[in-house]
């Protein structure tokens, strides 16, 4: 049995979107033919029930760890996934926080689906699509900023399309060293996070994020990447003249996210566990 999406698409933003018709005028490509918003009470209901799944785990993992916890962010990444089981996640799971890695797909999403839709990029960001990016009203944060260059261009985009607020941007740091990461090195966080506090009016940096290696060390009882991250903060905290001192880490994804909370995490990155596996990019 398909349900009907109950969502009226009339596009009329709430008051803080404001500024949506004119930051859309930005957006003129030819975007990809939408699909059927359509879905299966079967289907929805799967989904609901993965997403309780990942909370329980993220409340049980949190009162381990006593009173006192910061709330921890469940990002659900829906890269190559249709439009269909986000409108399922939101209406029936009341979910709301989406995480989209290529710009195009995110793009033709954010013009399909509610507008109150907190939407996060966790792509690679390329400068010359800084400005697709930025002309998405609801974009909650972009998750990859990874040098001073990418911030410098993320910040002209949004003067560009007029966005009302400074967008919040999470530096992405390669803690693994590996050359397939993206991010930059530790030792390049303080000085990106000076360049944004000084040079980006128009970027709110709200915190750090990193991907980390998929076979860490857990010798030590901990995530070697994880550590590495919290000791990024540690570092611009220690900067006084930055006067920064309320940094998220978005660090933990399907198969770790349990332990990336134990370690500090704020906000964690789940795919498949909620909408299982994706077909490979061509054939999406």
Not at 17 to 34: D, E, H, Q
């Amino acid at each position: 049995m398909l349900l009907r999406p109950r969502w009226i698409f009339t596009r009329t933003a709430p008051s803080n979107y404001s500024l949506a018709n004119s930051i859309r005028s930005y957006s003129k490509r030819s975007l990809p033919v939408r699909m059927s918003l359509e879905y299966s009470e079967e289907r929805a209901d799967e989904l609901v029930e993965n997403i309780a799944g990942v909370q329980a785990q993220i409340l049980e993992t949190r009162q381990s760890l006593g009173d006192g916890v910061q709330e921890v962010r469940l990002v659900a990444v829906s890269k190559l996934k249709p439009s269909s089981d986000i409108l399922a996640a939101y209406q029936r799971a009341g979910h709301r926080h989406f995480g989209e890695n290529y710009v195009q797909e995110l793009e033709a999403k954010s013009q399909e689906l509610p507008v109150d839709i907190e939407w996060h990029f966790i792509g690679t960001l390329q400068s010359n699509k800084c400005k697709i990016v930025a002309a998405i009203p609801n974009l909650f944060v972009v998750e990859t900023v990874d040098s001073e260059q990418k911030a410098t261009a993320l910040n002209k985009a949004c003067v560009n399309v007029g966005r009302p607020e400074p967008l919040r941007i999470f530096l992405q740091v390669n803690t693994s060293g590996e050359e397939s990461k993206s991010g930059m090195e530790p030792g390049d966080v303080v000085n990106v996070a000076r360049h944004v506090k000084f040079n980006c009016p128009s970027l709110r940096l709200a915190g750090l994020m990193t991907i980390g290696s998929p076979n860490p060390d857990l010798e030590n009882g901990e995530n070697p990447d994880f550590k590495a991250l919290n000791g990024c903060r540690t570092a611009i905290y220690e900067e006084k003249e930055l006067h920064i001192s309320d940094l998220e880490l978005s660090m933990g994804m399907s198969d770790d996210f349990q332990r990336a909370i134990l370690q500090g995490s704020t906000n964690i990155r789940v795919g498949s566990t909620i909408f299982g596996s994706r077909p490979p990019k061509s054939s999406a």
